[in-house]
Every structure is written in structure tokens, then in C-alpha cells.
């Protein structure tokens, strides 16, 4: 990871981009303009490095938390906990869409720019590559956090996000369906697959994109769309590539770590450092793991008198996007999806062999080979709960599956998000919506 930190330095002093904070909302004043490869590269990396809290955030309005009232911090994120997305306190802190905007803003100085001043060489391919790559990311995660979850019936009118492909200042920023983002992240996937040529990034670079990490990411999008035979396909490719899983049984490590047998794409955060100690394991979470024969309860949790702690996330090391284990479990949900049991069941028993004990191991393959389509459905749903605690999935994954009821407790007080709770979308930020009436 020092490399990243080294390149961001060099970002800063190779261009500023005045007020791209808000590059959906505030006219930036001038910018520096890069001229070689290793200029855009470090516009790029600037863009790698534009700092995103929306996993951390995203995980209180989840089931895997509840928040220390009793801590000063708990201000900052209270008004999340209880979903009161309607005028919360001034301290709360906000789901960043300008950042993300920013993120993009970054890209499309290298998608328009670099591909147009540069010379040909395999360098400016792979950089134009990630480039694509990074904005489909940026998408994915701004359709899912301020759009509808992706219904083929409704997508083509349901209300998605700004769609900003060009540095415009004139630009009216009107939200596109959410059909048309995904068509956008798409349509980025595929013009990224034609020049990207690493397969894979080494430990300390693999905040940048590659093949494998881009089919990755591929497979994430097909099952949020429901296309259950797509997303096999990407993950398959992907699997091609890299397809380790870190064997609890032999190797006692937290399998989302940076420079870890798993990691594909350690590009983020999900688990900021201060929300950390700001908060304790749900009751609900803690309730979902065998401790006895479940090897990462150990390895994610502690105690903490009656109640535990995350040993998970809030480090460095453990930035993690994409890694192995999620390309199991996509192929497993997708294949049952489509009925094809025996895939599922071969896929998934791979991939928890090495989460359980040997005793446990072998009586849930028994348990397994007679489950019906919902039964190992609704297994795997669980152990995408247990694997990926506070790394960002279990919000979009309740947005996308049973968007169930969940209670949150704050000073002896109940608030309830009721199921197919609207507010499982959230709202554009009030600066945003102030700056934008488009929006």
C-alpha cells in the first residue's frame, strides 16, 4: 500500500483540478494540463485515491451494527442509523456523491484526453483501460446507492443518476434511467476489456485495475441485473485468472487483506478507522455464525464484555474491492438461480471448506445435497453475510434481494425501516439538490 500513498503525492504535484469536489455543482477556476504518460498516469491515480466513506456509511443503515450512544462520535453518524434522511443534524456526515462525481471527473480527463495526445503504446492502452474501468465502478456504486435496484421492467423509468461522460461545464446534469446507467457501465466494462493487458496487479498496485479485476467486476453487475447466465460466464473468466482461497483451517489470516491470497482489487476502505470505535457487532450478525465451528468468527470478532467488537476492517491493510471468495459466490447464487443445483452445490462446498471446521464441514455437505432451490439460496445469501462483514455488500445486498424490515435501537428508542422501505433508496444530498434542481 505504500505505493499508492507515493503516487498520490506525485498526483497532487503533477495537476490540480481547483473545485473538482463538486464538479456537478461548482465551475472549477483552472486546472494544470498534463502532457505525457506519466502525467496522466498520476491524474489517474488521483482519481484511484479520491477517498469514499459510502461502504462504511451504507453498513449503518444495514443489520451488521448498532452504535455506541455512549461515544461522542455517535453524532456524526445517528441520523444514518435511524434512516432520518428528511433534515438530519448539521454533524452527520454525508453520503459522498460529489466525491464520487470527482472519481469520474478524473477518469474522463483520461478517457477524452489521454487517448486523443498520447502515442500508441500498451502503457497508454492499460492506462485508457482502467480508466473505463474505474468509471463503471464509480456508476455501480452511485446507481446503488441513489437509484432503485435494477428491475428489467421498470429500469428504462425508474429515476437513476446524472450521466457525465465529458468535462462540460455547460452541461445540464438531468438523471438518466436507471436502464442507461447500467447500459454506461456496460458499455465501460466492454470498451475496458479491449485495453486492459494485465492479467493480474501485484501486491501494493492492486488499487489498479485488470483483467481479472474487471471480470470481477463484471459478474457483480450481471447479478445485480439478474442476468444469472452472464454473471457465471465473467466469473468464470475471472476464476481463469485467480481463483485462491485463503484456507482458514491452515492459515488463521483475514482473507480480505490487501496483499492476501484472495485479493483482486484492494482499492478501498469499507470500514473507516473511527465508525470502528464507534459502533459494536449487531446482535442479529453475531446470531448468524456457528462460533463454534464458523473459523472467521474468531478471526472478524472479539468480545467485549456481553457484547463483541469488529477486529474486521478500519486498516490499511485491509483494503479490499474485489477478492476470490465473491466469484464463488456469485457462481454459486447465479447457478441456483437458473436450477442448476449440482453447480451451486459443488460451488459453494468449495468455497466454505475452507471457512468451517472439518466436522462441521462434512455434516453441512450432508445438509447441502439435500437442500431445495430456496434452501441453498437462502444458504448462500447467509454465508454472503458471514464472509462480508463491513466490506459494503450487505446493503446493496439487502437493496437487491428481500429488502427486509430491520429495528435500530438508539437511547432506549425503536426506528423501524420497514420492509420495501423507500428509504432503502437514499436521497441526493441536500448541497447537491441545491446546487442542481435537476435533481
Not at 466525491?99 to 477518469?107: D, M, W
Not at 498496485?205 to 442476468?227: C, D, G, H, I, P
Not at 444469472?228 to 481463469?240: F, L, N, V, Y
Not at 482499492?267 to 478507522?273: H, P
Request: hydrophobic share 40%; charged share 25%; glycine share 4%.
Amino acid at each position: 500500500m505504500k505505493n499508492i500513498l507515493k503516487y498520490v503525492f506525485f498526483a497532487s504535484v503533477a495537476i490540480t483540478a481547483v473545485s473538482c469536489d463538486h464538479y456537478l455543482d461548482v465551475q472549477p477556476v483552472g486546472k494544470v494540463i498534463p502532457e505525457t504518460l506519466t502525467d496522466y498516469r498520476a491524474v489517474l491515480t488521483k482519481g484511484y485515491s479520491a477517498y469514499q466513506s459510502h461502504k462504511s456509511l451504507s453498513a449503518l443503515r444495514a443489520d451488521e451494527l448498532f452504535l455506541n450512544e455512549d461515544n461522542d462520535n455517535s453524532v456524526f453518524y445517528k441520523d444514518i442509523f435511524i434512516w432520518k434522511d428528511a433534515n438530519p443534524d448539521k454533524l452527520t456526515n454525508v453520503f459522498p456523491y460529489a466525491g464520487l462525481y470527482n472519481r469520474i471527473f478524473y477518469t474522463n480527463v483520461i478517457i477524452n484526453e489521454a487517448s486523443q495526445k498520447l502515442a500508441p503504446s500498451a502503457e497508454k492502452d492499460q492506462l485508457i483501460g482502467e480508466a473505463y474501468a474505474l468509471r463503471a465502478l464509480t456508476y455501480f456504486d452511485l446507481i446503488n446507492l441513489f437509484g432503485k435496484p435494477y428491475n428489467a421492467a421498470t429500469a428504462a423509468t425508474d429515476k437513476g443518476v446524472p450521466l457525465a461522460l465529458k468535462i462540460d461545464l455547460e452541461q445540464a446534469y438531468v438523471p438518466e434511467s436507471v436502464a442507461v446507467i447500467y447500459d454506461q457501465i456496460v458499455s465501460d466494462n466492454e470498451q475496458a476489456i479491449k485495453l486492459l493487458n494485465l492479467d493480474t496487479q501485484a501486491a501494493g498496485m492492486n488499487y489498479r485495475f485488470s483483467k481479472v479485476a474487471l471480470y470481477t467486476m463484471e459478474s457483480r453487475v450481471f447479478l445485480y441485473k439478474k442476468e444469472w447466465a452472464k454473471a457465471i460466464e465473467a466469473a468464470e473468466k475471472a476464476m481463469t485468472y485467480k481463483n485462491t482461497l485463503t484456507n482458514l483451517n491452515t492459515t488463521a489470516v483475514l482473507p480480505n487483506l490487501y496483499n492476501g491470497a484472495e485479493s483482486i482489487l484492494a482499492l478501498e476502505d469499507t470500514f473507516i478507522n473511527l465508525l470502528k470505535g464507534t459502533s459494536y457487532v449487531s446482535p442479529a450478525l453475531i446470531g448468524a455464525y456457528d462460533k463454534t465451528n464458523d473459523l472467521r468468527f474468531a478471526l472478524y470478532f472479539q468480545a467485549s464484555g456481553s457484547r463483541f467488537r469488529f477486529k474486521k476492517g478500519g486498516d490499511i491493510n485491509q483494503k479490499c474491492t474485489f477478492r476470490t471468495s465473491e466469484l464463488y459466490l456469485t457462481k454459486a447464487e447465479a447457478s441456483a438461480r437458473l436450477s442448476d443445483l449440482a453447480t451451486a452445490r459443488t460451488t459453494v462446498l468449495a468455497f466454505i471448506k475452507n471457512r468451517y471446521k472439518a466436522v462441521a464441514f462434512n455434516q453441512l455437505s450432508t445438509s447441502i445435497a439435500a437442500m431445495t432451490q430456496t434452501q441453498i439460496l437462502d444458504f448462500i445469501a447467509q454465508e454472503r453475510q458471514r464472509e462480508f462483514v463491513i466490506e459494503g455488500h450487505r446493503w446493496f445486498d439487502l437493496r437487491r434481494n428481500n429488502q427486509k424490515q430491520i429495528i435500530h435501537t438508539f437511547k432506549g428508542e425503536d426506528y423501524t425501516l420497514i420492509e420495501n422501505d423507500p428509504r432503502y433508496t437514499l436521497p441526493f444530498p441536500q448541497e447537491a439538490r441545491l446546487n442542481n434542481p435537476e435533481l
